[in-house]
C-alpha cells in the first residue's frame, strides 16, 4: 500500500541509552513505501506530535527517568495526532504492575513481588517469605536493563542496599530468578497488525549488558494462546505487542513482560515482519492524512 506522502513520526528520544538496529532498515522501508517518515525525539520540543499523521513510538528508552513528563507527551501526542500504540494501551502498560492484573485475570505470571516509593524494604525478608534463594531486583517502570540486578541468597545484604536506594526514588519489583533463562528459555513472542509473525530467544540481561538474540524462531501453538489471551486484556488494539515468556521448573508458561509501549521487535530477524509493520503504518497513516 502506498503512503501517499503521508506524514509519520518514528518517536524516539534525544540520546539513545543503546543503538536500535531496526531503525534506519524500518524508517527506508517507510520511505519506499511513498511514507514521509522521520525520526522524532519526544523530548526534543522542537518538532511536536501535531506535525504528523501518525505518531509511532519505537526507541522512547529513556522515558523511565520521567514517566510523569512522558505520560503528559503521550497525551499531547494522542490529543494532536493518532498514537500508536493508542493512549490507553500505552498508559496500561508503563507501569509493571500490569502483571499483577494479568495474574488476577489467569495468565500465569513470573512471580512478583512489587515495593511501592518510600516504603520498607527488606530484601532477606521478601526471599524468606516467598522461598526465593536467587531474585532479580529492578524498578516497576523500567526500559532495557537499566537498574536491574540478579542478587543471590550470598549476597543479600549487597541486594538489600541495592534496593533500599532505589525504592527511595521509585517503585520496585522482585522476582525469582528463573534458571531456564540460560539455556535460551526466554522469548520474546513479536505480534504486528494482528498476526504473530516470530519469536526470537533472548539471552540474560542486567545492567549494562548489550542485548543478545537468536535468529527468528517460530512462535509455538501454546505461546499463541498465551498471547491471545493477553491481547484479549486490551481495551483497544495494539499495532504492535511483545510477550516475552519462560517456562519454569514444571514446565508451564509464564510471561516475564508484556511490551506494549517501546519494544524492540526484531525486524531485521525476520523480513516479512518488517514489511507487515510497514503496510500496517502507511494504511493507518493516510488513512489519518487529509484527503
Known amino acids: ?117 518510600g516504603a520498607p524494604a527488606d530484601l532477606g525478608t521478601l526471599m524468606r517469605e516467598e522461598g526465593w534463594d536467587d531474585v532479580v531486583v529492578k524498578p516497576a517502570i523500567s526500559a532495557g536493563s537499566a537498574n536491574t540486578r540478579r542478587f543471590d541468597a550470598d549476597h543479600i545484604d ?3 542496599g541495592f534496593l533500599n536506594e532505589l525504592v527511595t526514588q521509585r517503585d520496585m519489583m522482585v522476582q525469582p530468578y528463573m534458571k531456564a533463562i540460560e539455556a535460551g528459555g526466554e522469548r520474546a513472542l513479536v505480534w504486528i497488525d494482528g498476526e504473530a509473525t516470530h519469536c526470537v530467544e533472548k539471552s540474560p540481561r542486567f545492567a549494562d549488558d548489550e542485548e543478545s538474540v537468536s535468529d527468528a524462531l517460530d512462535v509455538t501453538d501454546d505461546e499463541r494462546v498465551m498471547l491471545d489471551r493477553s491481547l484479549a486484556m486490551l481495551t483497544e488494539w495494539p499495532l504492535y505487542a511483545r510477550l516475552d515468556v519462560i517456562r519454569d521448573a514444571d514446565g508451564t508458561l509464564r510471561v516475564s513482560e508484556f511490551e506494549l509501549l517501546e519494544p524492540s521487535l526484531f525486524l531485521i530477524q525476520h523480513p516479512p515482519a518488517m514489511e507487515r509493520l510497514v503496510s500496517a503504518i502507511a494504511r493507518l497513516a493516510t488513512a489519518t492524512a487529509p484527503a
Open 158 to 160: 549487597e541486594g538489600d
Open 1 to 117: 500500500m502506498s503512503g501517499q506522502g503521508a506524514r509519520v513520526g518514528i518517536v524516539t528520544c534525544m540520546e539513545l541509552p543503546e543503538p536500535d538496529p531496526d531503525e534506519r532498515p524500518l524508517l527506508e522501508a517507510l520511505r519506499a513505501s511513498g511514507l514521509d517518515a522521520r525520526m522524532v525525539a519526544w523530548d526534543d520540543h522542537s518538532l511536536g506530535p501535531a506535525s504528523f499523521d501518525l505518531c509511532v513510538v519505537r526507541s522512547a528508552w529513556n522515558y523511565h527517568e520521567d514517566p510523569a513528563k512522558f505520560g503528559q507527551w503521550m497525551r499531547t501526542a494522542a490529543d494532536a495526532t493518532r498514537l500508536s500504540n493508542p493512549l490507553p494501551v500505552m498508559r496500561w502498560n508503563l507501569h509493571k504492575r500490569y502483571l499483577k492484573e494479568m495474574e488476577s485475570a489467569g495468565i500465569p505470571i513470573v512471580p512478583s513481588r512489587f515495593l511501592d516509593r
